[in-house]
């Protein structure tokens, strides 16, 4: 067997080296901080829900609505929550999209995830109307991003799991996003037909929330740890 050139080497050894992401703050490379903006995201937004509904007189976490929060005293926190939510999935979606073996849908799938942070931000910009008052486009456009958002998320979420099942870091995860995305679908299918005046509507829509946010929250650490092992 010949022997391969020296300059061939050196430049195998540079091209592996440019493969791996650099360390940018202490063990976390560009991916790791990807992933942090997922994992953070979730808590952002739990916190600033229950600060604002626990510091509203007369606000119950079970009976109302998660937009009608917005309209309270410290609404703005419940804002501040939703805008960092989904700037934060934003950010961390470009991480799946560089961390998992794409197959079919996978490119689909991301961009609908995008468009999922995007109308995160868009729910946390718009107030909702008060209920009795008169339409606004301010608050259509929070009712539509919302229907919008939690329509695209099942869907998304069903067009990955084809590359989750393919790639062998993220296959042991297939199952549980294939039932994430079906719950979602059968929430938001049964929200249709439930009244806003529904004793415990705003539980129903937290338990929608949760298994969405839940998700990223399940992907991100994953994504984190994929990270750490590389380096």
């Given at each position: 067997m010949g022997t391969k050139p020296l300059h061939y080497l050196n430049r195998t050894i540079?091209?592996?080296?440019?493969?791996r992401p650099r360390s940018i703050l202490g063990p976390l490379n560009v991916y790791g901080i990807l992933a942090l903006a997922g994992v953070v995201g979730?808590?952002?937004l739990i916190c600033a829900d229950l600060t604002a509904a626990l510091s509203a007189p007369g606000y119950n976490l079970i009976r109302d609505s998660i937009s009608s929060l917005a309209l309270a005293p410290?609404?703005?926190l419940q804002t501040i929550g939703f805008l960092a939510v989904g700037l934060l999935t934003e950010i961390f979606v470009a991480g799946l999209l560089f961390n998992i073996r794409g197959g079919r849908g996978f490119k689909l799938s991301i961009g609908l995830l995008v468009c999922f942070g995007f109308g995160l931000l868009l729910i946390g910009a718009f107030?909702?109307?008060?209920?009795g008052a008169p339409?606004?486009?301010?608050?259509t456009i929070h009712s539509v991003t919302a229907t919008t958002v939690f329509w695209l998320f099942p869907i998304a979420v069903l067009l990955l799991t084809p590359s989750l099942r393919s790639d062998s870091y993220w296959k042991d995860i297939y199952v549980y996003t294939v039932v994430t995305s079906v719950l979602a679908l059968a929430l938001i299918t049964g929200r249709v037909g439930l009244p806003a005046q529904l004793s415990w509507f705003g539980l129903y829509e937290r338990i929608l929330v949760a298994n969405m946010i839940i998700w990223v929250e399940v992907m991100a650490v994953r994504l984190l740890r994929l990270s750490l092992s590389r380096e």
């Amino acid at each position: 067997m010949g022997t391969k050139p020296l300059h061939y080497l050196n430049r195998t050894i540079i091209v592996y080296h440019k493969s791996r992401p650099r360390s940018i703050l202490g063990p976390l490379n560009v991916y790791g901080i990807l992933a942090l903006a997922g994992v953070v995201g979730p808590f952002v937004l739990i916190c600033a829900d229950l600060t604002a509904a626990l510091s509203a007189p007369g606000y119950n976490l079970i009976r109302d609505s998660i937009s009608s929060l917005a309209l309270a005293p410290m609404g703005w926190l419940q804002t501040i929550g939703f805008l960092a939510v989904g700037l934060l999935t934003e950010i961390f979606v470009a991480g799946l999209l560089f961390n998992i073996r794409g197959g079919r849908g996978f490119k689909l799938s991301i961009g609908l995830l995008v468009c999922f942070g995007f109308g995160l931000l868009l729910i946390g910009a718009f107030r909702t109307d008060p209920v009795g008052a008169p339409h606004t486009i301010e608050g259509t456009i929070h009712s539509v991003t919302a229907t919008t958002v939690f329509w695209l998320f099942p869907i998304a979420v069903l067009l990955l799991t084809p590359s989750l099942r393919s790639d062998s870091y993220w296959k042991d995860i297939y199952v549980y996003t294939v039932v994430t995305s079906v719950l979602a679908l059968a929430l938001i299918t049964g929200r249709v037909g439930l009244p806003a005046q529904l004793s415990w509507f705003g539980l129903y829509e937290r338990i929608l929330v949760a298994n969405m946010i839940i998700w990223v929250e399940v992907m991100a650490v994953r994504l984190l740890r994929l990270s750490l092992s590389r380096e």
